[in-house]
RNA sequence: GGGUGUUUAGCUCAGUUGGUUAGAGCGUCUCGUUUACACCGAGAAGGUCGGGGGUUCGACUCCCUCAACACCCACCA
């Protein structure tokens, strides 16, 4: 046999399993039929970067639900792929260019694209060796781009089919602009904040007289655009104002008072100046009342020219100053009132966002939603963890039309032509004609306008919003709209796994497309995980500069450890606070079961085996089999509810207590080779999914002989045999460690050092017959140089005594006995079986809990009670007799 | 303004349908016999389970309420 490592080293094994793996290629899905699959889409990640503990976490779970689920059987398909994200890899690459003081328009459209195309073949390569090093089991055969030409091809299928459906639309309407990166965003981009700002008081006088109006606004900038002063029409205050016309300051236009119900009497004057043009509830008052929109603010955040002379070309915030220093000189600024509200932040660049009017592409959600809801009522879609579902359900009932236009250059443009006024005709009879301007939507570009045969057509400049196409995700990896045999095979999704961060960004977009485009849900279940936090619960950032960098850990502690500290203590959808101690702590377990399977190998010899059903021997070997398939049991319970940190905890439990401190220690003298193996074969094939990198090159140490050993990724994941979990045998092991623990207690508290042997006597009850059979043990692990096992016998003197629930043990230390320390410690066992003996007495001194308890838990309640007082009538006679 | 989550040992977290003397790991303290492991082993200290109220024979567990923290949603001019 080869000889193990004395401590693993993560560095010298994962490449050398990561490649066994590749070769043999355990990710690819080749199913005979589609009753066994197990789907599930890895969310593309985005190629701005290199990877972070948030794919780390994502990566974790996926691949241990994907090779739990390939152990059972299951024809896995575990589907990787890339985003082209939008804004953050054109931010990214701009960023990069401006070092060189370059901006994107001095490249032009196309050169810039290849540059953004260059950096994704670089980032790719990157990122899919890093999700490899994580060991992501995935099908690398099937991996897949959101702007590759499959998915290109779907993106266009699906907007000109829901573009037929009246489900895209082209309208002007107020949006979110973001400033710095000049495209509007749809409105879950924007991150709202609280912020400490102004509220100005502007007065308006009602034309040719001096009665006037105060307004109340946080951005005064705006006023330049006011075309009118609404007020509450129940507010007696303003009762008499409404239809007359007010000067606007500044402007000199006028502008009317409206009345209007969405007008609060009670926020700052009860009057608000109406600004269509910049805000989103002015904007629909003035649709109503058919106000005119006056843009002042243009898309670069600077004042247009209908700000007037005095402040075109002014930016935003300093045409603020300007605007209310104006009417502060001609008297109309009242005052100046601080005031908090929430401010929309581009989530991309933390810009502020503003309101602009704009003609932009929408999808009408409704339908959308309607469909979706009915998914989740109909059951067809189970949300892990549960409450999930609310929110869901809660946002969807909202749901808002989603802006998906964006005016950016990476991406998927819009399918969209304008047959173009200035006509260019195909037939020089009809020279005379303009173009008809009409809209084509089409999947093939049109070499001409279908209706005024006009040449002169151009494609909408803009591109597609990035989750437009990751929310074909889990159809158009399979190569929808064609109908292929992946698509017919794999779909719907068995599970979607991510992060709650993006359950309305991605999750619902996919769920609803899924439904319009496919009818059926995309997938069964939704497994949302929580986010990695600092130790200190904050979210990881740049900006905070606590971000721990997985790769980092891995080549300080190995993959395994990583992963481990990324699912032991986690619960689905619960934020994991995260820190480097967990990694160590991870990493020592990993080193412990390295070394526990290098003991049993040993012990195995040069011909190990691997017994499927071996015979056990003796009290231990019954109990740690009953203690495993209790362990299988409950492992496969936990991965059925999706509670893989705690299938993890169980199993690190089971190695590190069960298996390492009890099992081992007590059988090294007569090792049961048979079972050894086989408890060591079940632990490395529990343990895989989690631990898939130290466990598999430990499995080959079964097959010392073997040029192609059999990969572990390929066994089957444990069956629990219930048989073999036994109460009595459990009961029994615990009054063994019992002894061994009570004498260890003693023998530490009296300083009896480890190397000192000593005798003991114990006396049993009823447990003798197979204490008397572990007698050898016993005297091994708590170091005794004799042990009597008696059923009962006679106080022995001179010996510190231990009593415990149907136990005596004395320890003869007649030199180290000192009368004084033994009756203070007894004493304090003592006080510790009268406080016991109260709680349980004041239970059953209650007439109403032996009245009304059920019968097994008021015996349970009079067992408890004899054993007490036993111990305790046990203690005060020792405590007599010293004296 | 709505909504959700969290609150258990110094720290990170387990605690199944209500019945345990409330557990684990890290950290702390004491001690080191065993060629699997010092990335280890043995032992110990440490908690009125956020506060209050209720239901119940019995509440860490169910209900109400309050508080702190975190997050999500919302057109607070």
Redesign the pocket.
């Known amino acids: 046999m080869e000889e ?1 490592a ?4 993560p560095g010298e094994v994962e490449n050398e399993i990561s490649e066994k793996w590749e070769v043999a290629e355990i990710g690819k899905a080749a199913p005979k039929s589609k009753k066994n699959v197990f789907t599930m889409m890895m969310p593309p990640a985005n190629v701005t970067g290199a990877l972070h503990l948030g794919h780390a976490i994502t990566l974790t779970i996926e691949d241990v639900l994907a090779r739990y689920q390939r152990m059972r059987g299951k024809d896995v398909l575990w589907l990787p792929g890339t985003d082209h994200a939008g804004i953050a890899t054109q931010n990214v690459v701009e960023k990069r260019l401006l070092e060189k003081g370059l901006s994107r328009d001095d490249l032009g459209r196309e050169m810039f694209v290849t540059k953004v195309w260059e950096w994704k073949d670089k980032y790719h390569a990157r990122i899919s060796e890093q999700i490899k090093k994580m060991g992501a089991s995935c099908d690398w055969s099937r991996e897949a781009f959101t702007l590759d030409e499959d998915r290109s091809a779907a993106v266009t299928k699906a907007f000109v089919q829901l573009y037929r459906k009246k489900l895209i639309y082209r309208d002007k309407k107020l949006v979110n602009w973001c400033p710095r990166c000049k495209t509007v965003l749809s ?2 981009e ?3 904040r ?1 912020e400490e700002g102004n ?1 100005y008081f502007i007065r308006y006088f009602v034309s040719a007289t001096d009665r006037s109006i105060c ?5 005064p900038e ?1 006023m330049l655009g006011d075309t009118a002063v ?1 007020v ?1 029409p129940n507010d007696p205050r303003y009762r008499d104002f409404v239809g007359k016309e007010l000067i606007l300051p500044i402007v000199n236009r006028e502008i009317s008072v409206i009345a209007d119900e ?12 109406i ?1 269509p043009a910049h ?4 904007a ?1 008052i003035g649709r109503d009342h058919k106000l005119p929109s006056i843009v002042v603010i243009g898309p670069h955040g600077k004042m247009t020219k209908h700000a007037g002379r005095r402040f075109v070309g002014m930016p935003l915030n300093e045409a603020r100053k300007a605007v209310v220093k104006y009417l502060d000189d001609i008297g109309n600024l009242e005052k100046i009132e601080k ?4 401010v929309g932040h581009c989530s991309r660049c933390d810009a502020t966002i503003e309101p602009l009017e704009s003609m932009q592409w929408f999808v009408k959600m409704k339908p959308l939603a309607a469909k979706a809801l009915s998914l989740v009522k109909k059951k067809k879609l189970e949300f892990v ?1 549960a ?2 579902e ?2 869901f359900v ?2 969807l009932d ?1 749901i ?1 039309d989603w802006c998906v236009s964006r005016q950016l250059w990476w991406g998927h443009q819009l399918p969209v032509w304008y047959c173009k006024k200035v006509p260019e005709f195909a037939d020089k009879r009809i020279r005379k004609k303009e173009g008809c301007q009409r809209i084509i939507v089409s999947e093939k570009p049109p070499k001409k306008c279908p209706s005024c045969k006009n040449l002169n057509i151009t494609q909408d400049p803009d591109v597609l919003d990035t989750w437009f196409s990751s929310g074909l995700w889990p159809f158009a990896t399979l190569g929808w709209p064609k109908s292929t045999k992946d698509f017919r095979t794999f779909y719907p999704n068995t599970v979607l796994e991510t992060g ?2 993006i ?2 960004f991605w999750v619902a977009r996919m769920v609803m497309l899924g439904a319009e485009f496919t009818g059926k849900s995309p997938f069964e279940t939704v497994y949302l995980h929580g ?1 990695v ?1 600092d ?5 990881m950032s740049k900006s905070l500069n606590n971000g721990i960098d997985p790769l980092e850990m891995i080549e300080k ?1 190995g993959t395994d ?1 990583l992963r481990l500290s990324l699912v ?4 689905p ?5 995260f ?1 480097e ?2 990694v ?2 991870q ?14 190998f ?1 012990v195995l010899g040069k011909n190990p085996t691997i017994a499927a059903n071996p015979t056990p021997r003796g009290l231990p070997d019954r109990w740690i089999l009953s203690k495993l398939n209790r362990l299988i049991l409950e492992t496969n ?1 936990a991965f059925t509810k999706y ?1 893989f ?2 299938a993890a ?1 169980k199993i ?2 089971f190695v ?2 069960d ?4 099992y ?2 007590i059988t ?1 003298e007569a090792p049961n080779k048979k079972l050894l193996g086989h408890v060591l074969a079940q632990i490395l094939r529990l343990a895989h999914p989690f631990i898939p990198f130290a466990t598999e090159k430990l499995w080959e140490n079964f097959f010392p002989k073997a040029k192609k050993p059999k990969l572990l990724a390929l066994e089957k994941f444990p069956r629990p045999v219930k048989s073999r979990i036994s109460e009595r045998v459990e009961e029994e092991m615990k009054v063994v ?1 019992a002894i ?3 004498i ?2 003693v ?3 009296l ?1 009896v ?3 000192r042997k000593i005798a003991a006597i114990v006396y049993v009850g009823k447990f003798e017959s197979f204490i008397k059979k572990q007698a050898g043990e016993i005297k ?2 708590a ?1 005794l140089s004799s042990l009597v096992v008696k059923k009962s016998g006679k106080k022995v003197e001179n010996a510190v005594a231990k009593f ?2 149907g136990l005596e043990i004395y320890l003869p230390l007649s030199k180290l006995l000192d009368p004084k320390v033994e009756k203070k410690r007894l004493n ?1 066992d003592l006080k ?2 009268q ?2 003996l109260a ?2 007495e004041k ?1 059953l001194a ?1 007439d ?7 019968k097994n ?2 015996e ?2 009079r067992a ?1 009670l004899a ?2 007082q036993e ?1 305790i009538t046990k203690i005060e006679e020792r405590i007599k007799v010293l004296g």
Do not use: M
């Not at 298996?659 to 009890?662: A, E, G, M, R």
């Open positions: 193990i004395k401590a693993y080293i409105d879950i924007v991150e709202h609280e509220l307004v109340a606004t946080t951005r705006t609404a509450n969405r007008v609060d009497p009670k926020f700052g004057t009860g009057a608000v100046k600004t805000d989103p509830l002015d629909e005031h908090t509200h929430s963890p409450r999930f609310k929110e809660r946002w909202e808002r709650y961060d359950l309305f986010l936090r130790e200190r619960g904050r979210k502690y450890a032991v203590g986690s619960t959808g619960t934020d994991l606070k820190s101690t967990k160590t702590g990493r020592n377990f990993v080193n412990k079961l390295w070394n526990a399977s290098r003991y049993v040993g319970a509670s940190g705690e905890g690190q439990d590190w207590n298996f390492c401190d009890w081992l220690e090294k460690t061994i623990t009570s260890r207690s023998r530490n508290e300083n050092e480890p190397a091994k692990l170091r415990e629930a304090a510790e079986a406080n016991y709680v349980v239970k209650n109403d809990f032996t009245a009304r308890a059920p838990v008021v349970a309640e408890k054993s007490v111990k």
